[in-house]
């Protein structure tokens, strides 16, 4: 919007609370009416095996995979060179805004010259997905094949008319009325140039028709009607009347098919539907949406059992959020947990014990528990318990239970920005150059000196290093609080071992934190592209050094603890007393509550970056203003793009002070997908992101950082200003007020993106999935209690960890009570859904008959 039209929207500021959530209201229901539906997908793409070899001499392949909401490629892996069963071992995580029916997992074999090979695909109907939650599962590939890749859904209406012919007969007409698509796939990274045409099909008959061609479109609107003759003249009797007969209605269907028109090139087929017409027996007419699916002879002719497998962990959850009065009691029942004796009978710590996955666990715990200060005080009890059942000191905090769960994934949430102005700097120089670091002579290329690599590692590891023991300030307070606890336990635990004080903080914050980030930097938002094959080494044989400088233990030996002979070589640079002397003193500041992170710190905040679609703001009348690929950077302070990535000079900066809103841009302003505007003083900045959960993620963060902005607007154009009006509500003056209200930005920190009510309904949804252990867990506390014997029967509840039963009994009690008073509204809403989704809407649309 203009820079004239800001006084007048902010003067239509609303005072509303700030909601979020993907959900349309229902109407009449005040429950319904607040609901958030909100989708999440973790897990890990682990490896592949027995992969189909090339037929020349070289059979090795560089692989990757990606994972696609229908064939919208939402992630990618790095790249695993010369195998044929490349071990990816990455994670992922990220919020899915929109629906889909399927998630896919593709293998490509990368080609410098040509186009990326498709291997294979694992491809899981979403209703399927809640049968692998949590468990790491091989899949067999299936074939790729360009009949089977489809995605959207389609809007018809069929209708059946009398009509009467010039003789004066009556035969029955068919009335094909396309009306519109919805959520076709992008071609080549562009929106589709989609036509639809429409078949009669039946015994000897085949009539077919074309729509016109929509261009660059990815949610078509046809609006066009089509007429075939069902029975003909001979057939008909006054006995019949407005009905097909039987024996001619059964054996007719309507199919339409969906392409891409290829102009110069082949057209490409994007999906079918087939509708039987004896649909219209009962009626005389029907209408809904179907999805598109894969033409029927697709894949019939490949063989499945021979092109590899893919392991993969994948954990796909919906929530249903209600209104935060609904989670009161749960979440003081969860928010009391640090202060239960014994810890192991708090509320929290019963989920982590009958969840079947930890993990599942302790996300929203950490997160519930960070947001209301208390985690600090919960991992420290948890943390305690661990101590009571270490008794060797060299092992300590090394296992994977709920209190290293819980500080890895708070070192996670907290200490991103710690890890950027700590290790980025030199990871960039890393990753830029082409610095050889091998030192292992079975992986030597031929060429290399080994020595020249052993100094060039040496350079980096020092370094990094150097850098890390400097950086005590950056580290944030609720690391140094909750390693100041840690530090103090330990050191009671084991009192007449010196360096255990040590040992326990930099298990976490070198072996958890540094170590992990300096490995895989992309996962931790260090690094916009996964590093190639050689970078990646290189910065495993860091990472391997660094977290063995830090282990207090292996410092205080005569040698190291590596099992390769040359890392054993090369570690004997480093044992000197000034590296002993500056991991002591770097944890000795990190562990001490006089230490914090500086406040009001002068450097901003780094929040987000990546590569996206600008459209260009120039001003001219004359020329097409086309979209330019520019790196975008998201600070706590300003949104810049430039050229390329790392260039230090801004074609453009908006201050977020300035950010009036941050709002989805609709399709058919430029006809292209997963675009959003940032509106500010001067004119709106329209980009286009990669893919759906990209889009979603800049919106998301962008409305966080702008959120307390004193200018924001209430309402904004949900389409662009162009050819002198807006193209939604057809205002001709650019400094309208908005036709549409704006949405209302995240209620959290912008460096800790925290919903305390979805975390709440997660840890809802996680109690009632568990609800059968937690009844055995319930049986096991009135056994103790009743019974204080032998036990006779310990299969029961020896996995369990009960101290005190009466306690941990009562506290079940409450859990499982609130429990059923959260199941009545989540029923009325299910149900609610459940009829208002009514089998054919756009929401809810028919999936079309197959062959």
Sequence with gaps: MAAAAAPAAAAASSEAPATSGTAEPEAGDEDSREVRVLQSLRGKICEAKNLLPYLGPNKMRDCFCTINLDQEEVYRTQVVEKSLSPFFSEEFYFEIPRTFQYLSFYVYDKNVLQRDLRIGKVAIKKEDLCNHSGKETWFLLQPVDSNSEVQGKVHLELKLNELITENGTVCQQLVVHIVSCHGLPLINGQSCDPYATVSLVGPSRNDQKKTKVKKKTSNPQFNEIFYFEVTRSSSYTRKSQFQVEEEDIEKLEIRIDLWNNGNLVQDIFLGEIK?????????????????LQPRDNGNKSSKTDDL???????????????????YGPLKTLLLKSPDVQPISASAAYILGEICRDKNDAVLPLVRLLLHHDKLVPFATAVAELDLKDTQDANTIFRGNSLATRCLDEMMKIVGGHYLKVTLKPI?????????????DPIKLKEGDNVENNKEN???????????IVKSSMSCPTVMCDTFYSLRQMATQRFPNDPHVQYSAVSSFVFLRFFAVAVVSPHTFHLRPHHPDAQTIRTLTLISKTIQTLGSWGSLSKSKSSFKETFMCEFFKMFQEERYIIAVKKFLDEISSTETKESSGT????????????KRAQGRTRIGKKNFKKRWFCLTSRELTYHKQPGSKDAIYTIPVKNILAVEK?????????????????????????NNC???NEWIDVLCRVSRCNQNRLSFYHPSAYLNGNWLCCLETSENALGCKPCTAGVPADIQIDIDEDRETERIYSLFTLSLLKLQKMEEACGTIAVYQGPQKEPDDYSNFVIEDSVTTFKTIKQIKSIIEKLDEPHEKYRKKRSTSAKYGSKENPIVGKTS
Excluded at 313 to 323: A, G, M, Q, R
């Design 308 to 326: 590899g497998s893919l392991r993969l962990n994948i954990c796909y959850t919906e929530d249903y959020v209600l209104p935060s009065e609904y």
């Design 275 to 291: 509708v039987p017409v004896n649909v219209l027996r009962n009626d005389s007419s029907h209408q809904a949406w179907y999805l």
């Design 665 to 689: 841009l609709e399709e058919s302003s430029f006809n292209k997908k997963n675009m959003f505007q940032v509106i500010h003083m001067e004119k709106p900045l329209y980009v286009q992101a």
């Design 427 to 439: 990871l960039d120089e890393i990753c830029e150059s082409s610095k050889s670091c091998e030192i």
């Design 457 to 467: 590692l040496r350079y980096y590891v020092d370094k990094l290093f150097s850098t």
């Design 693 to 695: 959960v990209e889009a």
């Design 602 to 613: 002068s450097e901003p905040v780094h929040l987000k970056e990546g590569e996206m679609y």
